[in-house]
């Protein structure tokens, strides 16, 4: 039996719901069903419908004030995955490398999701006494360095809904334990635009960490650099690493089309 093309294989009702979705491009924010129709050369109820579907998934919402139609989140989310999972990581490992050639310490890129940090790929130091690789791991986004980073560039009101306690778990001695202390540190994470973990997950381990930013200039991840404390003083992190992953967070945000 001779093998059918891909094309026989296309659903029509689904290539018409893409072709609907690419009309909203450049400068072309909201469209009525009558000008899909136009466009898409289809019937306004099969528009309608397209929409309905569309509209019911989230990837569509209707401006209730002008009844026209404008892409929704899950089309933002979408893309937002993409430049994730494609483009952060392809372009973060040659950026790591550098980092822990520079410093051989360990380096990492991670993304914020639900109020934590999730690690998604690490470059680590040669040196014996080192960081646990958490690779896949979710922390807490208040007591990392990459979190803080995250946390700073929020509202009170997101911070509330992310941290709806004022009282916070301590994993060690230096762990925030109240939400308003922890909101006095962000406001300086914000000015200085990077964060420093000093202790506050592990007892032994600092960190300090900078934020990834893509076109759209809304951070999509951070990196940062860990490392025993006995290695990580002040002097160090203020003089060497800072400056280092501030360089390579803002190389990483050009390369995702980032401008200032």
Known sequence: MARKEKSEYIIQAVSHALDLLEQFHEDVDELGVTELSKRLKLHKNN????????ESRGYIEQNKATENYRLGLKSLELGQTFIKQMGLLRQAKPILEKIVDECNETSYVT??????????DVVETDMTVRVVSRVGSRLPAYCTASGKVHLANLSDEEINEILPDEELKTYSPTTFDSR?????????????????????????????????????????????????????????????????VQKSADELSTRLGYYK
Request: charged share 25%.
């Open 47 to 54: 528009v309608f419908r397209l929409l309905a579907t569309l």
């Open 111 to 120: 993304i914020f999701k639900e109020g934590h940090i999730v690690y998604l």
């Open 180 to 244: 308003s202390a922890l909101k006095e540190q962000l406001k300086q994470v914000a000015e200085q635009g990077f964060a420093i973990d000093d202790e506050e997950l592990d007892q032994g381990v600092r960190c300090v960490a900078a934020p990834i930013r893509d076109y759209t200039r809304r951070i999509v991840g951070a990196i940062s650099i860990s490392g025993p404390s006995m290695r990580l003083n002040n002097e160090r992190i203020l003089e060497e690493l800072v400056p280092l």
